[in-house]
């Protein structure tokens, strides 16, 4: 089983990563693009036979406790077979 | 409409990053990690009325001539509306 974890700075912080990359798209003369942000991702690869719903509480708690910075940052994550 | 854009380092490239993640997980005693592996999340937000197919191709290539190094570097892509 693999876990997908995206990470991203929360909507109040200032993004200056995607905020460079998205002015640097408009400079390049790429169309269409009002907005940038740049966050992480993680695919963790779960042990072979862990069952799903101790799986989503470890992921939970890992990307919340390990991978997230709560005072500036957010996740979502989700599980696939 | 939002362009979800993953960039990953490909199978065969080290990903320092990533060990390093899950070897720091395994020393704090976290259950069931197999394997980590760390990428890029960008979240594209882009004019209002581009019409989808026309998204579909200006993000395949941003993703592909910007967002990605094509020599270690895979990505992947979704719409949203």
């Known amino acids: 089983?693999?876990?997908?974890v995206y990470v991203t700075l929360?909507?109040?912080?200032?993004d200056a990563q995607g905020q460079t990359v998205?002015?640097?798209l408009r400079r390049m003369q790429y169309q269409g693009i009002a907005d940038v942000r740049q966050g992480k991702y993680f695919l963790l690869t779960l042990d072979d036979g862990i069952e799903a719903g101790a799986a989503k509480a470890e992921v939970d708690r890992i990307a919340r406790e390990?991978?997230?910075n709560p005072v500036i940052?957010?996740?979502t994550f989700r599980l696939e077979d």
Chains 1, 2 share one sequence.
């Open 10 to 14: 929360k909507r109040t912080v200032l």
């Open 66 to 68: 390990v991978l997230t």
């Open 73 to 75: 940052e957010d996740f």
């Open 1 to 4: 089983m693999k876990a997908h």
């Open 22 to 24: 998205a002015d640097a």
